[in-house]
């Protein structure tokens, strides 16, 4: 028996527990933290069951398209947070960087031999969903994923929910039962026998051949700058993309930036979170994405100060953008963004395989877009979008703020796919150029939100508009034009402007 709801557990073989095994292994994938992690509650449960201690190995592939030392250096914050995280709560812990040596399918395959199952982290998209893929047939023990991704198991969904409208209601109707039903706190007991000894520890080690990553290292690539990309010019990742000082990994930073969020910008999330000097919203995408925080503890958090419980919901608003949760302006505003947004965008990548792709629009948009497929453009160059030389110097401010500091302010990043639907030669052309931009550049891209975001730009969970448009027919349309009419931009070109400070200290 588990306390983990059903619907979040999927077994990947049809291999048993191996009770005769020496650990319980959860290959950690993409739930990289220790506090409110379902997959390792699981695996600390089965672990206690079979009276076996527990190993966690979290890997950090190099091997995948869009691996930088941005992205390395960023994982790599958050392996050294989780290993002070675990010692202090007396797990064996691995953290594990992929070399051209040693690939982590075949390390897996060597760690599970003498395991008694493997657990591991569901997720929808990108190098975690295909290593899944690879791996599941290839182990002989028990292989099972944890999906925690949001508050909602995606099972539940049953289907590709194609507005946000609908997801509204199933999180409505859903919401109260599941959020009973979440992932503790802090899943490691006070008292356990999880600890592997030493000894037992190191023959592990060398029956599966690992070469663990050294500390120094991993001390080295954290410290970015010249130190970082040192340590990482040997890696074969994209090097152009260079790691970013203003945002840390790890749980740890992800909660000084929570509590900055909880006392500044909470309040003023419905009314400033366009603000262009401070605007109020958590930044938090990077933490989520790389799985160093949990949705579900921010609106542990934001409930708890709310002093929430289901009697709070007005079910007559069922559905509706506001008023259901019974809390303040804001805060409802928030948790429609974390929770309906958020989890719209992972139900559609888990039920839709073609969720990268334009044909994942829907039709009305796909015949719209075509009727002005042949209308005039300016037909600039990909390279010209990637180094910000367009004649709109708005877009390409959020265009460097994209390749130096990792991120786009919330508003500009639907201006920047618009702009790219606008001057790319097809609709086509435009999601993949979108793609290929926001997976190599921004710290929290290859999620399934990236790709809510991209192709909402070409009418995915959006209705038509009016008027009909050149190159846009029925599409939504945005124009900087429009954009510095309604907000003040002006400090925001300053601060991205060409010649401005090459710093990324800020965010
Ligand atoms: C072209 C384009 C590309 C995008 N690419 C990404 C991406 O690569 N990764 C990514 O996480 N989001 C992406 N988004 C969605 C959204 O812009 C970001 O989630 C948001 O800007 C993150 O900033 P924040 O953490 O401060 O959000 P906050 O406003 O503080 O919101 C908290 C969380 O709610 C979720 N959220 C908020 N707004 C949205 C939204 N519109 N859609 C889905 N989830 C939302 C995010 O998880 C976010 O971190 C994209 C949007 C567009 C238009």
Redesign the pocket.
């Known amino acids: 028996m588990t306390s983990i709801s059903p619907e979040r557990i999927h077994v990947l073989n049809k291999h048993d527990v191996n009770v005769e095994g020496n650990y319980v292994l959860y290959w950690m994938i993409a739930n990289r933290r220790l506090h409110y992690n379902p997959s390792l509650q699981y695996a600390v449960e089965i672990a206690q069951k079979l009276g076996k201690p527990l190993l966690v190995f979290e890997a950090v592939s190099t091997r995948h398209e869009y691996a930088s030392n941005r992205i390395i250096t960023f994982m790599t914050q958050g392996l050294l947070d989780n290993l002070e995280q675990f010692n202090a709560h007396h797990v064996r812990y691995i953290p594990w960087v992929s070399t051209p040596l040693q690939s982590g399918a075949g390390l897996l395959e060597m760690l599970a031999a003498k395991s008694c199952a493997v657990v591991t982290d569901l997720f929808p998209t990108y190098h975690p969903k295909y290593v899944l893929n690879q791996v599941k047939a290839r182990l002989s023990v028990q292989f099972v994923a944890i999906d925690g991704n949001g508050v909602l198991p995606l099972s539940l969904g049953e289907r590709a929910f194609p507005t946000a409208h609908s997801f509204r209601r199933h999180v409505h109707d859903h919401f109260a039962h599941h959020w009973a039903l979440t992932p503790e706190a802090n899943p490691i007991p006070k008292k356990h026998d999880l600890w592997i000894p030493d000894e037992m520890f190191e023959s592990i080690i060398k029956a599966s051949g690992v070469e663990l990553t050294p500390f120094e290292w991993l001390w080295r690539v954290s410290q970015g700058g010249t130190i970082g990309e040192n340590a990482l010019s040997a890696l074969d990742i994209d090097h152009e993309v260079s790691a970013v000082t203003a945002m840390i990994g790890g749980h740890s930073s992800a909660g000084v930036r929570l509590n900055r969020?909880m006392d500044e910008?909470l309040n003023h999330?419905h009314t400033n979170?366009n603000d262009f000097i401070k605007?109020a919203?958590?930044?938090?995408?990077?933490w989520?994405?790389f799985g160093h925080l949990s949705?579900v503890e921010?609106i542990s958090r934001i409930l708890e100060q709310e002093g929430w419980n289901s009697t709070f919901i007005d079910h007559s608003r069922r559905g509706s953008r506001s008023g259901w949760w019974g809390l303040s302006e804001p805060v409802e505003t928030?948790l429609d963004?974390?929770?309906t947004?958020?989890?719209?965008?992972f139900n559609f990548a888990y039920y839709r395989d073609d969720h990268t792709s334009i044909d994942s629009i829907p039709d009305w948009a796909k015949k719209s877009l075509d009727l002005h497929r042949n209308d005039p453009r300016s037909n600039y160059t990909f390279e010209q979008l990637e180094a910000a030389q367009t004649d709109d110097e708005l877009w390409n401010a959020a265009q460097r703020q994209l390749t130096r500091l990792g991120?786009?302010?919330?508003y500009l990043?639907?201006l920047?796919?618009?702009r790219?639907l606008e001057w790319a030669p097809s609709p086509e052309q435009a999601a993949e150029w979108?793609i290929r931009l926001?997976?190599r550049w921004?710290l929290?891209?290859?999620?399934?939100?990236?790709?809510?975001?991209?192709f909402?730009?070409l009418g995915r969970h959006d209705r038509a508009w009016g008027p009909e448009r050149p190159i846009f027919g029925k599409i939504r349309y945005m124009s900087s034009a429009n954009t510095a009419r309604k907000l003040k931009v002006g400090p925001y070109l300053k601060r991205w402007a060409k010649d401005a400070l090459q710093s990324n200290e800020f965010s």
Not at 407 to 410: C, S
């Open positions: 969020f910008g999330y979170r605007p919203v958590s930044g938090l995408s990077p989520f994405h949705t921010v928030f963004q974390i929770i947004w958020r989890e719209l965008g991120i786009i302010h919330n990043r639907m920047w796919g618009k790219i979108m926001n997976d921004a929290d891209g290859r999620d399934p939100n990236s790709y809510t975001g991209i909402w730009v």
